[in-house]
């Protein structure tokens, strides 16, 4: 046993510690059994919920930007006397 320069104290087993070292897990288990799903459902739930909306408002505003864009370039042709040649 000592003492880290922070003041927390470090115990080092002697001996064979293989049987303790992981006493959670099981072989018969899948791993979405060994950890519980309801934190991260809420997570994903509250950042879905998040998200959603302003993707949805980004993807509207990049929508009328496109329209706007080629409705300018009409606008501007037509003032212009511009051809573009199709």
């Given at each position: 046993?000592?003492?880290?320069?922070?003041?927390?104290?470090?115990?080092?087993?002697?001996?064979?510690?293989?049987?303790?070292?992981?006493?959670?897990?099981?072989?018969?288990?899948?791993?979405?059994?060994?950890?519980?799903?309801?934190?991260?459902?809420?997570?994903?739930s509250?950042?879905?919920?998040?998200?959603?909306?302003?993707?949805?408002?980004?993807?509207?505003?990049?929508?009328?930007?496109?329209?706007?864009?080629?409705?300018?370039?009409?606008?501007?042709?037509?003032?212009?006397?511009?051809?573009?040649?199709?």
């Amino acid at each position: 046993m000592w003492q880290s320069k922070r003041g927390t104290i470090v115990v080092i087993a002697k001996g064979n510690t293989t049987d303790n070292h992981h006493e959670s897990y099981s072989p018969e288990k899948e791993p979405e059994e060994c950890v519980d799903p309801s934190p991260e459902r809420e997570i994903v739930s509250k950042v879905t919920w998040r998200l959603i909306p302003l993707l949805f408002l980004c993807y509207i505003i990049a929508y009328i930007d496109r329209i706007n864009v080629g409705f300018a370039g009409l606008q501007l042709q037509k003032a212009f006397g511009v051809d573009t040649g199709r």
